[in-house]
């Protein structure tokens, strides 16, 4: 005779989610490499970030779910006996797509136009694009004073620029859950 019903249903459950865990650790944003400059009034900076899909992600980027990527970076005047002074912060925004006609992913690049895309043709190498930071300038109201400053960045899947219909989905699963977290990197002058 069985008691511990709800126990049985409480394992089971569990048993789900921390496989669900396991599935989700096989993709991941990380900030592999970022060398940020202060140069007179601009924050400037070039880098890699890794990026990998969970297999949820990739099934929706092949069915033509475009992807938004945001990367956020904050600039900080580290100060010793108080809290660091933020002096900037801008969020770059990165879309892949792909294109079932033509059979490539297409890779939006922050500085340019919405209009200018580079394709693809295998997804590791669209990733690898995606996660290039090529030499960005980033403009800052004024020339920032003498002293010590850091940088903080992230990556994340951006989950509200998804269809409506996708968005419960993608916030309720961890598949979706795409972010890298914020690091912290010191800054050259």
Not at 31 to 58: H, N, R, W, Y
Not at 161 to 182: D, E, I, M, Q
């Amino acid at each position: 005779m069985r008691v511990c019903g709800k126990s049985d249903a409480l394992r089971a459950w569990l048993a789900a989610w921390m496989l669900g865990l396991a599935l989700a650790a096989g993709a991941e944003f990380r900030i592999a490499e970022i060398q940020p400059k202060l140069i007179g009034d601009s924050l400037q900076f070039a880098g890699t970030l890794d990026l990998a899909f969970t297999p949820k992600v990739e099934e929706a980027l092949a069915k033509g779910i475009e992807l938004t990527l945001v990367i956020d970076v904050k600039l900080n005047r580290v100060r010793r006996f108080w809290w660091d002074q933020n002096l900037g912060r801008w969020a770059l925004r990165r879309s892949i797509r792909f294109h079932a006609l033509a059979g490539q992913y297409l890779v939006s690049d922050p500085g340019a136009s919405a209009d200018n895309w580079e394709s693809f043709t295998v997804l590791a190498d669209a990733l690898k694009y995606l996660g290039a930071l090529n030499e960005l300038k980033l403009t800052l109201p004024e020339a920032p004073p003498a002293g010590d400053y850091s940088v903080d960045l992230r990556v994340g899947l951006d989950i509200e620029a998804l269809p409506t219909p996708l968005r419960p989905v993608a916030y309720t699963s961890l598949s979706w859950r795409l972010n890298s977290g914020w690091t912290t990197w010191g800054v050259a002058r």
